[in-house]
């Protein structure tokens, strides 16, 4: 059965798939909004550390044009659980209260902060609990672990179709069905690349944006694009080909000249198996397939794909969280995943240190002013002790590291009571198994 066609049939039958959404933020609205806009499913509880803008993100859904226009702020799952067996919604500061409520669906989770990811991933899956996973930064340093829990909860655990990893993958999964030999993935950059911005240096142009500095820095930064190629590549087995990716300029017709191996005029060493990004073609994703079939090799000729035998499937755009819903109805009523790494990572976003770090300092969030990420083999990773990206904030520097180094654990005092850190330890037990490290 269709997406639509299930949709049609829950409103025919007034059984709407019911969505709770913890983060209210940029990401966080836009899915409130665009699910009150699907005749089928609805967005019954919001939580985000601010009251104000989880009951904000209902007023700009327009709920008071629905059937269910009332919404109570509670401060307890018992009020919450009454408040949904009455036909209203709810918003709370404590996500707490939204997991493991009877009739709710699926969890989103939109904070964007790594810990709190971890930390409410977890919480679904001991609950049993559908969880759609918007932190990519979470997923990108303990995607797997969480993934693995989730298949043996018998729950589902996935990324979002409108991010550019599902987007990716949609294409990936395309192609592959077709029986193409895929050589390369990759997204455009969405801003020019500055691995010196900060949330500081980036406020006004946040401000005309109407978004976060901090997310806006981690998109300048470059740490967004590598925690994004990190979940599509461990998802699918791809690697980058150096350090931190290649990230050339291109445009949408020369893609399959310029991602290709160095031999056939492109910029790898490695011939296949590839993460990258480009500059040029954002806000666009794309996927790179051969094939060596004469036959199949005029066919796509004659179809205007280009002269091989690289060709490219591009699409120009990712919508973000206005996709998101796709990926609900898919993990919900069809028990698809979009995208999880079901294997032992095969890429990590490591941490590099955005100026010189004086012991004793705290690193701040990710699109701050301390780190940013960059992207690495697992293996390597590994071996040398990397930081994961998504373990430094929170952490404390044991020792000065000068501006442009990779951190190592050695050089940071983890918080071992955050999720994220057990997380990764208990993940990492597993991938160094596996490579025998």
């Given at each position: 059965m269709t997406l639509l066609k299930l949709l049609e049939k829950r409103a025919k039958e007034n059984n709407d798939l019911k969505v709770v959404i913890i983060g209210a933020g940029q990401m966080g609205e836009g899915i409130v909004c665009q699910i009150e806009a699907i005749n089928g499913m609805s967005c019954v509880g919001v939580a985000d550390i601010n009251l104000e803008t989880a009951k904000r993100a209902y007023e700009s859904a327009e709920i008071s044009k629905s059937t269910t226009p009332e919404a109570l702020a509670v401060t307890t799952k018992d009020e919450a659980q009454k408040a949904l067996d009455t036909g209203k919604r709810i918003y709370t500061t404590d996500y707490t209260i939204l997991i493991g409520l009877k009739g709710v669906d699926i969890v989103v989770e939109s904070t964007g902060i790594p810990e709190l990811g971890a930390k409410i991933a977890e919480a679904c899956i001991q609950g049993k609990q559908h969880i759609l996973q918007m932190n990519v930064e979470t997923d990108a340093t303990v995607g797997y672990i969480l993934k693995k829990r989730a298949n043996e909860a018998g729950i589902i655990y996935t990324l979002t179709c409108g991010d550019e990893p599902?987007?990716?993958?949609?294409?990936?999964?395309?192609?592959?069905?077709?029986?193409?030999?895929?050589?390369?993935?990759?997204?455009?950059?969405?801003?020019?690349?500055?691995?010196?911005?900060?949330?500081?240096?980036?406020?006004?142009?946040?401000?005309?944006?109407?978004?976060?500095?901090?997310?806006?820095?981690?998109?300048?930064?470059?740490?967004?694009?590598?925690?994004?190629?990190?979940?599509?590549?461990?998802?699918?087995?791809?690697?980058?080909?150096?350090?931190?990716?290649?990230?050339?300029?291109?445009?949408?017709?020369?893609?399959?000249?310029?991602?290709?191996?160095?031999?056939?005029?492109?910029?790898?060493?490695?011939?296949?198996?590839?993460?990258?990004?480009?500059?040029?073609?954002?806000?666009?994703?794309?996927?790179?397939?051969?094939?060596?079939?004469?036959?199949?090799?005029?066919?796509?000729?004659?179809?205007?794909?280009?002269?091989?035998?690289?060709?490219?499937?591009?699409?120009?755009?990712?919508?973000?969280?206005?996709?998101?819903?796709?990926?609900?109805?898919?993990?919900?009523?069809?028990?698809?995943?979009?995208?999880?790494?079901?294997?032992?990572?095969?890429?990590?976003?490591?941490?590099?240190?955005?100026?010189?770090?004086?012991?004793?300092?705290?690193?701040?969030s990710l699109g701050g002013f301390c780190v940013y990420g960059m992207i690495e083999n697992a293996d390597m990773s590994l071996k040398n002790n990397m930081l994961p990206v998504g373990l430094a904030p929170g952490a404390v520097v044991k020792r000065d590291v000068k501006k442009g180094s990779i951190l190592t654990y050695e050089d940071v005092q983890l918080n071992d009571d955050f999720t994220i850190v057990r997380l990764r330890k208990e993940q990492d037990v597993l991938s160094k198994k596996h490579y025998n490290i």
């Open positions: 599902g987007a990716i993958m949609d294409l990936y999964d395309f192609a592959k069905s077709m029986g193409f030999e895929v050589t390369c993935v990759g997204k455009g950059k969405n801003n020019n690349l500055d691995r010196e911005a900060n949330p500081e240096l980036v406020k006004d142009i946040a401000e005309k944006k109407q978004m976060s500095p901090k997310m806006l820095a981690s998109f300048m930064d470059g740490t967004k694009t590598m925690v994004e190629l990190t979940a599509i590549g461990n998802a699918i087995g791809f690697k980058p080909d150096v350090f931190g990716a290649h990230g050339p300029k291109a445009t949408p017709a020369n893609l399959a000249e310029v991602f290709i191996p160095k031999e056939n005029g492109g910029v790898f060493t490695n011939k296949s198996g590839v993460v990258d990004f480009a500059v040029g073609v954002a806000p666009g994703v794309f996927v790179i397939f051969k094939t060596e079939n004469k036959k199949i090799l005029r066919d796509l000729q004659y179809l205007s794909m280009g002269s091989g035998p690289y060709f490219v499937l591009f699409r120009p755009y990712h919508m973000c969280n206005i996709e998101t819903p796709v990926s609900i109805l898919r993990a919900v009523d069809k028990q698809e995943t979009t995208l999880a790494t079901e294997r032992i990572p095969t890429i990590d976003s490591v941490t590099v240190a955005k100026k010189d770090l004086k012991a004793g300092e705290t690193i701040d």
